[in-house]
């Protein structure tokens, strides 16, 4: 096993404790400097080091405050396992570069993905994340000028697509398909729009056919956009070899 692979797995299962930090903080308008230190949500008590280990304190208290017995939301357990596997993953089928770039993405896609579908709103963090790895994505493959111009033909499309649909997609939705265009190039932008049209229709249809949603509801489709391009951007190269 390359000795990469589990270093990758704890640096996920790390950042994954912090990015349930700023899921909490960051919606909520609070410092992520201050407090310094995590406090529970019930009781605001100060939680210790050995209980703020990633994913083994979880299970330890079982997911209860060890002060007052509140229960922890499995969130913090789920954004803990889903970005250290996922950070394990990158490693093991992508190079070293492409996989810091691929966890970059996973740690924006997992916080936009739990703030969006709670307040509908994408935070700046995620945009400036996956507009950082598209910049080291663009100079290292250096294809400048395909990826930068991707990057503003996908900022006026969907800016199109917002005025004509009268404000039915977001703006912060039109900034995520515009960083990511950057990252992905012309051709992989291409499928990762369809990928997160075709996985938002699945998902969202069902829920209209029963009832749960109308056609003026508001849905978070960041989500789908978000995943849409790790999924690309790791498969990448096998959908270029099918096309190229």
Known sequence: ???????FFVLGAVLGSFTNLLIYRLPRKISILNPRRSVCPNCGKVIPWYDNIPILSYIILRGRCRH????????YLIVELLMSSLFALNSAVLDLRESIIASML???????????????IIPDTSFFTILIAGVLETIFSGKIIANVLTAAFTFLIFIGVRYISKKGLGMGDVKLFAVSGLLLGPLNMIFSVFLASISGILVILPAMLKGNLGMRSRIPFGPFIGWSVYCVFILKDWIESLII
């Open 1 to 7: 096993m390359r000795v990469e692979i589990p270093l």
């Open 106 to 120: 996973v740690f924006a896609v997992v916080l936009l993905t739990f703030v969006d579908l709670e307040y509908m």
């Open 68 to 75: 007052c017995g509140w229960k922890i939301p499995w969130r």
